[in-house]
């Protein structure tokens, strides 16, 4: 429950604190900036400052603004708070009349912190406050204090002339300030993994270029649809950012891919895909790839496959799933809400062979491959459609 007469958001940042002093306070600057892109994205009113190892979000909608605030990357946890003034007259009498509005039986504690100079020390705030906190419900309940693990946590964070009390903490997605690394291309495919692989990458910090490849008949609209549609989700992390899917046409090469070879189809496929995001990482200045592959989930995933077609591009391609179960990769996909959008009926056409290669070389699937095939590449790069999201109508970019 959020604290009676919450007027701030509290929030605390993870890895940002194991950077050197300078860099930390940087990334503060960008992290409070993200803050302010995604209130204002989602229609929050607030204001946010930062202060050493802290930001501190001042709204009237302190519940919905915590929820907002713990959906931007490089945000550990946040919290409703209450501001008071630091003397321990004002904490304590606040405690009191917060604990008679949230406290029903069970155990609590005080939980005090405190930077700055004041007349009382963090020993006295946790001690007075939870003798008035006592007071204040020991008529109706029969309270116990534990330090350890109580019911009811009250936390106190004196910072010089506030005091900020909350009762407390939720999750965010840890990480970085999205725009700290450099921008990656997403291939993303609407399954389940390749939303959350992107995700994953956003949230150490790299901006993403989502491309999808639309495989024709292989693929179809509900295919390249359900992709948009995880595509938009992950947009929702992203205020402010070009995070508009790119559409790449690949059908008729996916048609000859699949005349021309057997066993070692798929990791054609793959080095053609690869090749493509290399293209689009050029022109939109990203230095990597992210793919939702893991270790042995498919056969074209096998760590000699991987090996094998890793070689088509000299960017690195990134997995951050590559050790992840399915069955977390799913938890973790309706954590993020693309889950929904990636389990639509695609209905589209196997390309996978029946019998697929597990332990393929490079020569080998360079022999079996058509010799133009990067040629394709690069011609189907040439035509990117940017899809303008939220709006049906699309336009075509680079077109030559
Ligand atoms: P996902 O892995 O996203 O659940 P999937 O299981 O259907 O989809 P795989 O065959 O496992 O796809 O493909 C491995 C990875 O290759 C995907 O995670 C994705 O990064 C990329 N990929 C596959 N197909 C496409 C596509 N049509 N467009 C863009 N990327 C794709
Ligand atoms: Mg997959």
Redesign the pocket.
């Known amino acids: 429950m959020t604290v009676p007469g919450a007027d701030a958001v509290l929030v605390r940042h993870g890895d940002i604190g194991v950077k050197s002093a300078h860099v930390q306070a940087s990334m503060e600057g960008d992290l409070a900036d993200r803050v302010a892109a995604m209130l204002d994205d989602r229609g929050v009113s607030g204001t946010v400052d930062h202060e050493w190892g802290r930001l501190f979000v001042r709204t009237p909608a302190a519940e919905v603004a915590t929820d907002t605030v713990t959906d931007v990357f490089g945000v550990h946890t946040a919290s409703p708070a209450r501001t008071v003034p630091a003397s321990i007259d004002a904490i304590t009498e606040t405690l009191a009349e917060i604990a008679t509005v949230t406290y029903d039986g069970g155990t609590f504690a005080v939980d005090a912190r405190r930077t700055g100079d004041h007349d009382f020390t963090s020993h006295e705030v946790g001690k007075r406050g939870g003798d008035a906190i006592w007071q204040a419900v020991e008529s109706e309940f029969d309270p116990g204090v534990d330090l350890d693990d109580p019911d009811h946590p009250f936390y106190v964070e004196v910072r010089d002339e506030d005091a900020y009390i909350f009762t407390e903490r939720r999750d965010g997605p840890g990480g970085f300030p999205l725009g700290s690394q450099a921008p990656l291309v997403?291939?993303?495919?609407?399954?389940?993994?390749?939303?959350v692989?992107a995700w994953q990458a956003m949230r150490r910090g790299s901006p993403i270029v989502p491309?999808?490849?639309?495989?024709g008949d292989y693929?179809g609209s509900d295919?390249r649809a359900r992709?948009i549609a995880t595509i938009e989700t992950l947009s929702r992390f992203a205020p402010a950012q070009d995070v508009r899917p790119r559409v790449v046409h690949?059908g008729e090469y996916v048609d000859r891919l699949v005349e021309a070879i057997s066993s070692t189809r798929?990791l054609s496929f793959?080095r053609l895909?690869y090749r493509i995001a290399e293209h689009v990482a050029e022109a939109e200045g990203a230095a990597g790839v992210?793919?939702?592959?893991?270790v042995g989930?498919?056969s074209?995933?096998t760590v000699r496959n991987l090996a094998a077609v890793d070689r088509a591009t000299e960017l690195p391609i990134h997995r951050p799933?590559l050790t992840w179960d399915k069955q977390e990769?799913i938890a973790e996909a309706r954590r993020i809400g693309t889950y929904e959008d990636?389990t639509i009926d695609a209905g589209c056409h196997r390309v996978?062979p029946d019998k697929p290669a597990t332990r393929a070389t490079v020569a080998a699937v360079e022999a079996a491959e058509p010799p133009e095939m990067f040629e394709w590449a690069t011609k189907a790069a040439e035509n990117v459609e940017v899809i303008e999201v939220g709006e049906p109508e699309s336009v075509v970019e680079g077109a030559p």
């Not at 491309?211 to 495989?215: I, R």
């Not at 992210?290 to 893991?294: K, L």
Request: charged residues 15%.
């Open positions: 997403a291939l993303v495919s609407g399954g389940i993994d390749s939303p692989a491309v999808y490849l639309d495989l693929g295919h992709a690949v798929m793959r895909m992210v793919t939702g592959e893991a989930q498919k074209s995933q799933l990769i990636s996978a």
